[in-house]
């Protein structure tokens, strides 16, 4: 039902945004309840088992499809984004040490979630300062809300080939918050797609997880792989997630439209300790204390000590042969669970296959040269 109003509703989502900005976020947008038009590509999604074992994705489906039903008497949806990319975000020179650990680089600093949710509370609160009647509800990725659909509905940005919202000025990086209101504001128009004949996130995923525009099967997907999955990782995927221990951001590395994307100014998300720098073998070498009071108040600690050393096995597996790499493999094997084990037994076999031909290599170079052959004979 709509409440009795006496204010001007244009006036008030002019402020609304105004408020937001002063907050925070980058951009604000309103936008109504009906996902419809988003209900087809969804359970194409689940019918195809893209999910992966998120069975999260697939409970809760009336909720998702119609938002109002979370919080009764919504009749729209003010929807925030905030920019998040660290400064000195280091991307090309950590993927390109093989014995460096990449996090992506949402997840270098403290929690999203909390910061978002902090801001959308303290937005509600001074809408209702100047709207008794309002009554509302903040989400942040907490509850079963489709935020990228509401978020392209409400205009602050086309939703990508790879799934992600994009901004022409903004590019993709940045988190969505959603505040739903009973209050019947002007709703803003969606923007226009602008992804072309672009193929880039397509043909460059690590894993071609992007299985057709628009379609992403997170069974493939290194994120998804990394972070949601809580079971074994597919021996044919493991090669190609290289030194990717948390995430992967390499669909949106290759979007044209975050060549000038900006960054973000939010202390909270600036890298803390070291994750951005450090190696493989030092971040494998912590023990679950280390994990959990390092980790404090970040999004990676929810994936628990046993998945973080299986995911940097893995990446351990894929780095040049080295015989450290070799001892901290062995050392660990008495030390984790069924699951991890079997990570760091692949990882082994992997780093002495490696040994092996290049100890075959280092023979044949040394015969060459007792021969007094030239080095290409």
Known sequence: MTPDLNIDLKRLSQDIKLWGKELGFEQVAITDTDLSSHWESYRHWLEHNYHGRMQFMARNQPLREDPAQLHPGTLRVISVRMNYLPQNAQFASTLNDPLRAYISRYALGRDYHKLLRKQLKQLGERIKQVCDAADYRPFVDSAP??????????????????????????GSWFFLGELLINLPLPIDAPTQARCGNCMACMTLCPTHAIVAPYQVDARRCISYLTIENDGPIPLELRPLMGNRIYGCD??????????????????????????DQASLLELFAWDESQFLNALQGSPIRRIGHQRWLRNIAVALGNAPASLAIIRALEQRLSETDALVQEHIQWALAQQHQKLGQMTRQTQRLIRIIEKGLPRDA
């Open 250 to 275: 390499d669909c949106q590395l290759v979007c044209p439209w975050n060549r000038q994307a900006p960054l973000g100014d939010q202390e909270d998300f600036q890298a803390r300790h070291r994750l």
């Open 145 to 170: 809300v489709m935020e990228r659909p509401l978020a392209d509905k409400a205009g602050l940005g086309w939703t990508g080939k790879h799934t992600l919202l994009i901004d022409e000025h903004d």
